[in-house]
């Protein structure tokens, strides 16, 4: 096909679907938030409501780009530089200074006097941001937040966040800290990563101790315990926050369905985190019993954690907090669903095989395994081997898009390239996670999937 048709069928895609998402809104008496608009719920709500209809658009727009912008200006787009940029304003706080700047926005002459930052550096830093529709230039060097950039707000006043910055993160939504682990030590694994992928002493290893990040930092340590380290509390910290950041891909609520377990019925939340999940299941199925199981120094923050929330009354009925290594003998053995989110990812094949193991070791017959990972789609049509697993196929894009929808559905690809850097692991395909459940005793049962951003659960039964 030459590039014109594809163009056109490219431009039919796009006025196809936005004249979907303009008409839904019409019909609803809203506006589509624009870029200049808040970041507000009730705009998140419209705009979540609307990505069926957004997706192929998302896919096609880009694709156009990438049609039409010369090989070598695309190809220079995918090296580092907003991602440096965007590390230095969310180091400097900009979000919040501007923020509070309100809408005439503030030149980075002013910006500058709250922070460290070079004014004119910092300016340059934004510039490269606002052309990616992060930030906003209304005169020269005069910034103000956009619907983008508001993402990196943690809602907190400059001035408490200058006074403690080591809690700059705590409480706030999530993505302004996972943005400062991603601009901080992750990208300081991924400045190693070419070396380590491609020394013959480390390109194949499965070990958490060779990953990129222990390179920068010169340490042969797993990922966990380096955020031990004394010199590691705020990362720590502020990686307990960032998980905040990513939860909201993480559907719960939906899915799997709770309601159906008998009363009394066990949830193991295996590596719970600071148990945010827990947290939403319990306030929603009062009818079941959750353990909550991470390593030691991580039950006592979440313990703290909610029981400063006020949780008190929730812990005191239904839910235990149980420090565990996941890599021993599982002490749960009633457990109706061993639940595990964003856990699999972190480990690679032989590592999650003991973990899986352990669990089918205490498994009953009726034992479910909940998987929260991202799923890699590969880019081509389905060769329809998951057919016969409900949710098992994913959809694939009509031609001329990329067939697993390019752009528009590529978060996951972007953390596998992130994992192979900071725990030297991956993202994996559903035939991937389903070579661990065979090498361990489960059975692939169904999938859950849902509208990106959200990342499905992948249901197993005892083999
Ligand atoms: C990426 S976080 C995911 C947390 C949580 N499941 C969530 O979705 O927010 C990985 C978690 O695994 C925990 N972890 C790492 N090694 C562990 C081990 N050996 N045993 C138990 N938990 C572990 C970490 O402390 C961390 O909380």
């Given at each position: 096909m030459s590039a014109t048709s594809d163009l056109s069928a490219l431009l039919r895609i796009i006025t196809n679907g936005i004249t979907a998402i303009e008409s839904s809104c019409a019909k609803r008496g809203v506006h589509y938030p624009s870029l200049?608009?808040?970041?507000?719920l009730d705009s998140v709500a419209i705009q979540e409501s609307l990505v069926e209809e957004a997706l192929p658009v998302i896919a096609a727009a880009y694709q156009v780009v990438a049609t039409l912008m010369s090989p070598q200006s695309f190809q220079q787009k995918m090296l580092y530089g907003q991602t440096v940029a965007i590390g230095v304003a969310e180091a400097g706080h900009v979000a919040e200074i501007l923020r509070e700047a309100g809408p005439k926005g503030l030149h980075a002459s002013e910006i500058a006097k709250h922070t460290t930052l070079d004014p004119r550096r910092l300016a340059h830093c934004l510039r490269i941001l606002t052309t990616l529709h992060v930030f906003k230039e209304t005169s020269p060097d005069v910034f103000t937040n956009n619907r983008v950039s508001?993402?990196?707000?943690?809602?907190?006043?400059v001035k408490e966040i200058v006074a403690d910055p080591q809690a700059k993160y705590d409480g706030a939504p999530g993505l302004a800290a996972l943005t400062g682990t991603n601009t901080d030590e992750f990208l300081k694994g991924a400045g190693h990563a070419v070396a380590m992928l491609t020394d013959p002493a480390t390109s194949h290893s499965q070990e958490p101790v060779d990953s990129p990040l222990q390179r920068a930092f010169g340490k042969k340590m797993g990922l966990f315990d380096w955020y031990d380290l004394p010199e590691n509390q705020f990362r720590l910290r502020r990686f307990g926050n960032a998980m905040r950041g990513v939860?909201?891909?993480?559907?719960?609520?939906?899915?799997?369905?709770?309601?159906?377990?008998?009363?009394g019925s066990v949830v193991v939340d295996v590596g719970g985190g600071l148990g945010g999940l827990d947290l939403d299941l319990a306030k929603e199925h009062k009818h079941l019993k959750y353990i909550y199981q991470d390593r030691p120094q991580t039950v006592e923050q979440a313990d703290k954690m909610w029981r400063d929330q006020g949780n008190q009354d929730v812990i005191d009925g239904i839910v235990k907090f149980q420090p565990h290594?996941?890599?021993?003998?599982?002490?749960?053995?009633?457990?109706a669903v061993f639940l595990m989110r964003?856990?699999?990812?972190?480990?690679?094949d032989p590592y999650c095989i003991k973990i899986l193991s352990q669990l089918r070791a205490s498994a009953t017959p009726d034992t479910k395994l909940v998987v929260i990972d991202a799923l890699l789609q590969n880019n081509c049509p389905s060769d329809g081997k998951w057919k016969h697993i409900r949710g098992g196929e994913a959809e694939i894009a009509p031609a001329p898009l990329l067939p697993n929808f390019g752009i528009a559905k590529s978060d996951e690809a972007y953390v596998d390239i992130l994992l192979m850097s900071v725990t030297n692991t991956q993202e994996r395909t559903l035939d991937e996670v389903n070579a661990l459940f065979e090498a361990t005793g489960w059975k692939l049962e169904r999938v859950h999937r849902f509208p990106p951003p959200s990342i499905p659960q992948v249901v197993a039964v005892p083999a």
């Amino acid at each position: 096909m030459s590039a014109t048709s594809d163009l056109s069928a490219l431009l039919r895609i796009i006025t196809n679907g936005i004249t979907a998402i303009e008409s839904s809104c019409a019909k609803r008496g809203v506006h589509y938030p624009s870029l200049d608009d808040a970041l507000t719920l009730d705009s998140v709500a419209i705009q979540e409501s609307l990505v069926e209809e957004a997706l192929p658009v998302i896919a096609a727009a880009y694709q156009v780009v990438a049609t039409l912008m010369s090989p070598q200006s695309f190809q220079q787009k995918m090296l580092y530089g907003q991602t440096v940029a965007i590390g230095v304003a969310e180091a400097g706080h900009v979000a919040e200074i501007l923020r509070e700047a309100g809408p005439k926005g503030l030149h980075a002459s002013e910006i500058a006097k709250h922070t460290t930052l070079d004014p004119r550096r910092l300016a340059h830093c934004l510039r490269i941001l606002t052309t990616l529709h992060v930030f906003k230039e209304t005169s020269p060097d005069v910034f103000t937040n956009n619907r983008v950039s508001a993402v990196l707000d943690t809602g907190k006043t400059v001035k408490e966040i200058v006074a403690d910055p080591q809690a700059k993160y705590d409480g706030a939504p999530g993505l302004a800290a996972l943005t400062g682990t991603n601009t901080d030590e992750f990208l300081k694994g991924a400045g190693h990563a070419v070396a380590m992928l491609t020394d013959p002493a480390t390109s194949h290893s499965q070990e958490p101790v060779d990953s990129p990040l222990q390179r920068a930092f010169g340490k042969k340590m797993g990922l966990f315990d380096w955020y031990d380290l004394p010199e590691n509390q705020f990362r720590l910290r502020r990686f307990g926050n960032a998980m905040r950041g990513v939860q909201w891909k993480a559907s719960i609520l939906g899915g799997f369905d709770w309601s159906a377990l008998p009363q009394g019925s066990v949830v193991v939340d295996v590596g719970g985190g600071l148990g945010g999940l827990d947290l939403d299941l319990a306030k929603e199925h009062k009818h079941l019993k959750y353990i909550y199981q991470d390593r030691p120094q991580t039950v006592e923050q979440a313990d703290k954690m909610w029981r400063d929330q006020g949780n008190q009354d929730v812990i005191d009925g239904i839910v235990k907090f149980q420090p565990h290594d996941f890599f021993g003998p599982q002490p749960v053995e009633n457990a109706a669903v061993f639940l595990m989110r964003y856990i699999l990812h972190d480990w690679s094949d032989p590592y999650c095989i003991k973990i899986l193991s352990q669990l089918r070791a205490s498994a009953t017959p009726d034992t479910k395994l909940v998987v929260i990972d991202a799923l890699l789609q590969n880019n081509c049509p389905s060769d329809g081997k998951w057919k016969h697993i409900r949710g098992g196929e994913a959809e694939i894009a009509p031609a001329p898009l990329l067939p697993n929808f390019g752009i528009a559905k590529s978060d996951e690809a972007y953390v596998d390239i992130l994992l192979m850097s900071v725990t030297n692991t991956q993202e994996r395909t559903l035939d991937e996670v389903n070579a661990l459940f065979e090498a361990t005793g489960w059975k692939l049962e169904r999938v859950h999937r849902f509208p990106p951003p959200s990342i499905p659960q992948v249901v197993a039964v005892p083999a």
